[in-house]
Structure formats: C-alpha cells, structure tokens
C-alpha cells in the first residue's frame, strides 16, 4: 500500500501512550488525560488492540514482576517509525485544512 | 445481606436487552453476583452503584486479569458469556469503545451460532433419512432457530458497518 494507512484513534492513542512503557490501565488514563477526556479506551476494545499490536510487533509485552504478574507494554522501533509517519500524515491533513478554510477556523 | 434470584430468559441476540436490565436492577438497588442458566442472583446495594457489562468470550484468564487490573469485578460466566461490574464512583465502564471491537465481538457470537445451527442442522438431516431415528424435527428447529439468530446479528453487524464507512 503506497504512504500510510491511517491509524484509528485508538492506536494512535496506544502507541503514544507507549513512548513510555506503562501496563493496560495507564494506557487507559493516559488517553483520555492527553485527549483532555475525548478520548476513552474501553478495555475490552484495549486489550483486543494490545494483541493486535503486539503480533504486528509494534509493541512488545514485558513482564516486569513475577509475582503480581504486572504487565507493561512497550513501543518497539517499527511501532516508534510509524508513529512518526501518522503524526507526519496527521500534519498534511491538519495543514491542508487550514490553508482552505483558514480565514473560518 | 438481602438477596433474590430472578429467572429469566434472554435469546442470544437479546444480549443488549440483557445488559439493559441487569443495569436497570443495579440503579434499582439490586447488582448481579452470581449468573446461572436463565438465573440471576441479586444482592442488595446503594441503587446506582454499580455498572454491570457482559459479553461473549471464550473464558481468557488474562482477560479476566487485565480487566480487574481497570477496576473491573468478574462476576461469573455462563456459557460463553461473561459477566463483569464496576463501581460507577471508580469511572465510566464501557467494554467496547469502538465500532471494530463491536463488529469483532457480533463476529464472535455468529461463529458460535454457526457452528452450533450447523451442527444441528447435519444432525437434523442424518435423523430424518435414519427411520429408526424420530427427533430429527428438534435438530432442525434449533438450527432454523439457531440461524435465525445469526440473521438477527447479522443485522446488527451490518448496520455498524455503515456507520463505520463515515467514522470509527
């Protein structure tokens, strides 16, 4: 596929959750407080996107203590590189937008 | 502590319905502890303090691990349905937030559907040619049933499914 599929919100929100390693429920409280409450991570649809994430390798799964059995998430480089690339088509559509409708906004 | 048991019967495609009512008890002052077949027992609580969610999912340990970790409570399972509540005061509780995750969760229920009707409806077949054999008729009214069912979920998916070609 030329250029880059869009990403949902919802991976978008994950993968820069994850700039930082953090477990499910971060992930969670992260999305909303960086989307000021707009956006909310259902955990049913988290955890869903998690294993989707992680057999696509964009992220990886650490244990980080055996015996709470806590997991954290952790961005890998391919997940990093097309976080980059979303941002990159999220400032074309942004930038677009505001040269045609500029004077309104 | 007070408790009922009520029976009741939901269709599989009714799933909404169910969850509607189980709500309907929490604000009325009875949450759901424990589910059996067509049963529901009650226990009493503040009305309004819990939101009650189920679902369909084949039973997943690390699920049930990672959804307690948001704050979540496993209530039990029936079938393949599974029950979870939380405190309204601990936030919102929604299992899915967007229209992918509904789809792949109509998906799973219709898979069910088709494996059993499908089965029902071999079983039905086989029954009606074999003349020692005299309820092949009940095979065949559960899967026409059962088919039924994924037509009404069928429904459901496809109407998500427009909604989805202008938004997620």
Redesign the interface.
């Known amino acids: 596929m030329p250029g880059n599929p869009a990403l949902?919100?919802?991976t978008y929100y994950i993968l820069l959750s994850l700039h930082k390693p953090r477990?499910?429920?971060g992930i969670?409280q992260q999305t909303e407080e960086l989307s000021g409450g707009r956006v909310?991570?259902?955990?049913?649809?988290?955890?869903?996107?998690l294993n989707t994430l992680c057999d696509k390798g964009w992220i990886v799964l650490k244990t980080v203590d055996e015996d709470n059995?806590?997991k954290e998430y952790q961005l890998t480089d391919k997940g990093r590189e097309i976080l980059i690339n979303e941002v990159k088509r999220l400032k074309e559509l942004a930038r677009n937008g505001e040269m045609i409708l500029g004077e309104e906004l | 502590m007070e408790r009922k048991t009520i029976t009741k019967w939901f269709w599989v495609w009714q799933f909404e319905d169910e969850e509607k009512w189980l709500n309907e008890m929490a604000a009325s002052g009875w949450v759901l502890e424990s589910v059996g077949f067509c049963r529901y027992t009650f226990v009493r609580c503040e009305p309004g303090a819990y939101t009650v969610r189920t679902?369909m999912?084949p039973y997943d340990e690390q699920?049930v691990?990672?959804?307690e970790?948001?704050?979540?409570e496993y209530v039990g399972r029936m079938m393949m349905w599974i029950y979870f509540r939380k405190k309204t005061e601990d936030g919102?509780f929604?299992?899915?937030?967007?229209i992918?995750?509904r789809i792949?969760?109509l998906d799973r229920i219709g898979k069910v559907l088709l494996a059993i009707g499908g089965a029902n409806l071999l079983i039905g077949v086989v029954n009606s040619f074999n003349p020692g054999a005299r309820v092949g008729w009940v095979n065949l009214l559960c899967a026409t049933l059962l088919m039924y069912g994924l037509g009404r979920i069928h429904g459901k998916k496809e109407a998500l499914e427009k909604e989805r070609e202008l938004h997620?």
């Open positions: 949902t919100e919802a477990h499910g429920y969670m909310r991570l259902a955990a049913g649809t988290l955890y869903g996107a059995r806590r | 679902e999912r699920y691990r990672f959804m970790e948001t704050g979540a919102v929604d299992l899915y937030s967007d992918d995750s792949s969760h997620e």
